[in-house]
């Protein structure tokens, strides 16, 4: 099993930047797929961004797209999103989600994840 912990949330002005980390730990990091959805208040969890085990392959939903950009660092053990161009409608919590991806490099809109971290909350003022 992956652990997961986000950091790098706040508060930060329409068109400003912001990045994500999300450091994993317990398992070979390599061999992860990795995800970023965010939840907004009262709206269902959304899938963001996502990265291949191998890096190869990446998925970003249509309003982050040529915003959001996700990488990651396997000697870090780390993934990162790095947003920029905020907009207040990306208010919202935002989580790290990891899964062993060995036998694909898909990680498109119907790929499931099965570990979380806590969610780090990101707030773009107006």
């Known amino acids: 099993q992956v652990q997961l912990a986000e950091s790098g949330g706040g508060m930060v002005q329409a068109g400003g930047s912001l990045r994500l980390s999300c450091a994993a730990s317990g398992r070979t990091f390599s061999g992860y797929a990795m995800g970023w959805f965010r939840q907004a208040p009262g709206k269902e969890r959304e899938y963001v961004v996502g990265?291949?085990?191998?890096?190869?392959?990446?998925y970003y939903v249509e309003s982050v797209k040529g915003r959001f950009t996700i990488s990651r660092d396997n000697a870090k053990s780390t993934v990162y999103l790095q947003m920029n161009s905020l907009k207040p409608e990306d208010t919202a919590v935002y989580y790290c989600a990891a899964d062993l991806g060995l036998n694909s490099d898909y990680v498109g809109p119907l790929y499931e994840y099965h570990y979380w971290g806590q969610g780090t909350q990101v707030t773009v003022s107006s």
């Open positions: 990265i291949s085990w191998s890096g190869v392959k990446t």
